[in-house]
């Protein structure tokens, strides 16, 4: 079953015995970081019990607000936000949705690597270390948000999780196996054009 989440690595690197907490990582990638790029693993696990879900692909973003996520296995799916409009493609249907990015974006799991002006839309707090990674919990302060709360693992400043506990009962695991920082990515990446044929709903 394919799954999309709108929506952007185990990072190995070596750690010093004392780092900054979670917040102070997520400060420190928001101010050095304007672009990045890499490889991610993704893990759904459904409340139901049943065997897990996984997915891996690549994806790449810039702040603020542009982002492209592209599903390579099992299945092709691709994401891309210009920063006002996000477009879903599903080659197997040739089908592709088509939204504005809008004021929900701020609150959505991808504004917290992609986003702007995280205190307005979130309630952010250290979480507990482990394993050498620290750790931000972010709740939306929206009532209308698609998840519940999201934990970020940090590790010499950049991400190497995320853990996205939905409304459902659904927890969505990404872990960034490569993360490249500030990689200088062509506006095109952001641009999407539907294929000739496909099936285009939406705004």
Known sequence: MKRL???????????????????DQLKSFLDTNRSARGVFVQTVVAKSGRKPQQSAGIFALQRPGKFRWSYEKPYKQLLVS????????????????VKKLGTAFGSSPAALLAGQDLDKHFV???GAAADGIEFVEATPKGGDAS???????????RPVSMEIHDSFGQVTVLRFTQFEANPALPAALFRFVAPAGADVVGE
Do not use: H
């Not at 990072?11 to 907490?21: E, F, I, K, N, R």
């Not at 210009?82 to 949705?97: E, I, M, R, T």
């Open 147 to 157: 998840f519940e709360r999201v934990k970020i693992g940090f590790a010499a400043n």
């Open 124 to 126: 952010l707090k250290d």
């Open 82 to 97: 210009d920063g006002n409009k996000l477009w879903s493609y599903d080659p197997d249907l040739n089908q592709v949705a």
């Open 5 to 23: 989440l709108c929506l952007f690595p185990i990072l190995a690197c070596l750690v010093t015995p004392v780092q900054a907490g979670g917040l």
